[in-house]
């Protein structure tokens, strides 16, 4: 815990900066959420913290990316952190800072960062011969591959040769190493032996840090047909967000060295070893710690924007809520190793520990408490077995805070939940209605006050993991949300004036949900193809295939040019959107699921597309007359913009 004096000690925590190059999954959830749950815990526990995520926007895959989307690098890159930033706000992130690498003040300290290692010879100049993984936009020695492919992430490779500049790690090679070996700054221990094996023992080269062969990025102050590399340009944005090389370093002087950087297992290599060279080379201290955690993974692959295998969070976090995919991220994932994504995980996780476990236990105990005591409970005499399952409650923001700092999230939530399911054994233990209908009134207060208590503590701890639940749950116990941990003791509330609440969630029907999810994924990603014997059919040129319409049954859709007027959320829902348009002679609403792609306001006066003939459908108690047209960008609906005045038939 921090020094309790006025000046709190300070806490800065970042992910990486993620490629601008494609909608984010939930692997990068994974991390944003972890960061999120320390951040936040750290700030409830008396430091000064300041989270830092954010984009990396240059290099070959995003010029690649917005390519094919047919846009110039910046607009792509524009529209994709917007929807990062809308992302990070539907998970709850509470970053204090987000950082793009497309920031001028970011480009101007990378150029000087570069500038001045030239200047000091730890920059030269040379030409590069050897393989290229343009995914991973690196470059390797022959020895360097791992079965000929690329060892960060085993795709193939590409003979590449030019002029470029070099980072003279080799120069550093030996402080690395002991930073490495002699030091706790790289965590797990099983990161520091690949690191030390097969990089720095292999003999650590000097690292290709420019390229000629594209033009999206920051251009080599002194010799502009040179970019700097991705990789030099994206790490110091950990320093350059704090201000660094600009006018105002208040914050670099306050915050670093960064307490932790969080990553995955497959850039430890540029976090463990290049970025502690360059701030040697720059005389900056190094991280006090990184901790590369594992993959999640989907059908034993890592889950990758590359490879298209991903899960997206929004249709999750639509169905389930946030809690729940927060949830599950942190808990069910040992923090060092991969593990396997599956529906059917993420849907037993939930209705295990948060509908049974958790929810149950406020439901039972919120609802006992306003039948037997009208919701007046107050401090009662203790039995031994009351005051063994309370000091099991005294002894948890210890345990917890211990595992955060390693950081363990997933067993900090064990712990927890340990003292969650311990509430609902006291429960059966002490059989509250019996005591109710033997008239133990002394007895069945103090039960329930013990089971106040255990809630109170538990939802106190759980704040900095899940966001929306436990704020509800004070409502429920009629205390404010605690800001801190500092009631994190059995009998710091005397007397409790409870009220029921919305539960958590109600039980999902998982073989149900399974389905709806496997829909939903077809209707994203395309069926998938089940093998078949059957012969695709031959297109013979005049007969009509099952798949085909003739051009009448085409007409009997009728597309309209609409005016969206009005556009509101629909409450309870955190998809659907209430859209009030004109068809050219009448006022509909219609209900669209694009809340997660556009802010209400920003629909009003647009043109959208309308199946004006379908027949109408209650949605979230709304009837809504007709279906809006979108096509998809980046995993988002978008509204199909068309030309023409209200009312013109589309065709
Ligand atoms: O590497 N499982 O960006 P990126 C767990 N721009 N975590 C995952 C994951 C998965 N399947 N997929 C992604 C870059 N992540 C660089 C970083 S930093 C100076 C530059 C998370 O968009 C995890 O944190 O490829 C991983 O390291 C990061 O996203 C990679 O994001």
Redesign the pocket.
């Known amino acids: 815990m921090a020094k309790k004096s006025t000046e709190k000690k300070p806490f800065y925590i970042t992910?990486?900066?993620?490629?601008s190059s494609g909608a984010l999954?939930i692997?990068?959830c994974?991390?944003t959420v972890c960061c999120d749950a320390i951040a936040r815990f750290k700030r409830m526990d008396g430091y000064d913290v300041y989270y830092l995520t954010g984009t990396?926007e240059h290099g070959q895959k995003v010029q690649k990316a917005a390519e094919e989307k047919g846009l110039s690098p910046k607009a792509f890159v524009d529209s994709l952190a917007e929807r990062i930033k809308a992302l990070w706000e539907r998970m709850d992130i509470s970053n204090d800072g987000f950082i793009r690498t497309t920031d001028p003040e970011h480009e101007k300290a990378v150029a000087e960062i570069f500038t001045k290692l030239y200047e000091k010879g730890d920059i030269y100049k040379s030409e590069y011969s050897g393989k290229y993984c343009e995914p991973c936009e690196s470059f390797w020695t022959e020895t360097q591959l791992v079965d000929g492919k690329c060892p960060d992430c085993g795709r193939e490779v590409k003979d590449a040769k030019e002029e470029c500049y070099f980072l003279r790690l080799s120069k550093y090679a030996d402080r690395v190493r002991k930073l490495l070996t002699e030091t706790d700054f790289l965590q797990p221990d099983s990161r520091v032996k690949e690191m030390v094996n097969n990089f720095i023992d292999k003999g650590l080269e000097d690292l290709a840090v420019t390229r000629t062969s594209f033009d999206w990025g920051i251009k080599v102050p002194f010799d502009k047909k040179h970019v700097i590399y991705v990789w030099i340009d994206?790490?110091p944005?950990y320093i350059t967000a704090l201000g660094y090389g600009s006018k105002d370093e208040s914050k670099f002087k306050k915050y670093w060295p960064c307490d932790i950087h969080v990553?995955?297992k497959?850039?430890v290599r540029f976090h463990a070893i290049v970025w502690p060279a360059i701030l040697m080379a720059l005389d900056i201290p190094v991280p006090k710690r990184e901790y590369g955690?594992g993959?999640?993974m989907l059908d034993g692959d890592?889950?990758?924007?590359s490879k298209g295998n991903v899960v997206d969070p929004f249709i999750l976090t639509d169905r389930y809520g946030v809690d729940a995919l927060r949830y599950y991220l942190l808990r069910s994932m040992p923090f060092g190793d991969d593990s396997n994504y599956t529906n059917e995980l993420l849907l037993s996780t939930i209705n295990n520990d948060l509908v049974n476990d958790l929810g149950n236990l406020v439901r039972r105990t919120l609802a006992m408490s306003e039948q037997y005591f009208s919701g007046k409970v107050s401090k009662g005499e203790l039995n031994d077995n009351d005051k063994a399952f309370a000091d099991k409650i005294d002894a948890l923001i210890k345990a917890v805070r211990a595992d955060v700092d390693k950081p363990l999230i997933s067993r900090a939530l064990e712990k927890i939940f340990d003292v969650i399911d311990g509430a609902n054994k006291y429960i059966d233990l002490n059989k509250p209605w019996e005591l109710n209908k033997n008239g133990d009134k002394a007895r069945l207060n103090t039960v329930m006050y013990v089971l106040l208590e255990a809630i109170r503590v538990t939802a106190n701890l759980l704040l900095p993991f899940i966001t929306k639940y436990p704020r509800r749950i004070f409502d429920g116990l009629g205390l404010p949300v605690p800001v801190d941990f500092s009631a994190c003791k059995f009998g710091k509330v005397k007397a409790y004036t409870t009220k029921t609440i919305e539960p958590i969630m109600n039980r999902l029907d998982i073989k149900k949900e399974l389905a709806e999810l496997e829909k939903i994924a077809e209707q994203v990603n395309g069926k998938k193809e089940k093998p078949t014997d059957k012969k695709p059919p031959e297109n013979n040129g005049d007969k009509e295939s099952a798949d085909e319409i003739t051009i009448d049954e085409f007409f009997k859709t009728d597309l309209r040019v609409v005016l969206i007027e009005e556009c509101v959320k629909v409450e309870k829902s955190n998809k659907l959107l209430k859209l009030t348009v004109f068809d050219g002679t009448r006022r509909r609403t219609v209900v669209s699921g694009i809340a997660h792609a556009y802010a209400p306001n920003d629909l009003v006066g647009k043109k959208a597309v309308l199946v004006a003939n379908l027949k109408p459908a209650k949605l979230c108690g709304i009837v809504s007359e007709g279906m809006l047209l979108c096509s998809t960008e980046n995993g988002l609906p978008r509204l199909i913009a068309p030309v023409g005045e209200p009312g013109e038939k589309v065709c």
């Open positions: 992910t990486p900066i993620y490629y999954h692997g990068h994974y991390t990396d994206a790490l944005n990553m995955a497959e850039i955690h993959w999640i890592k889950m990758s924007k």
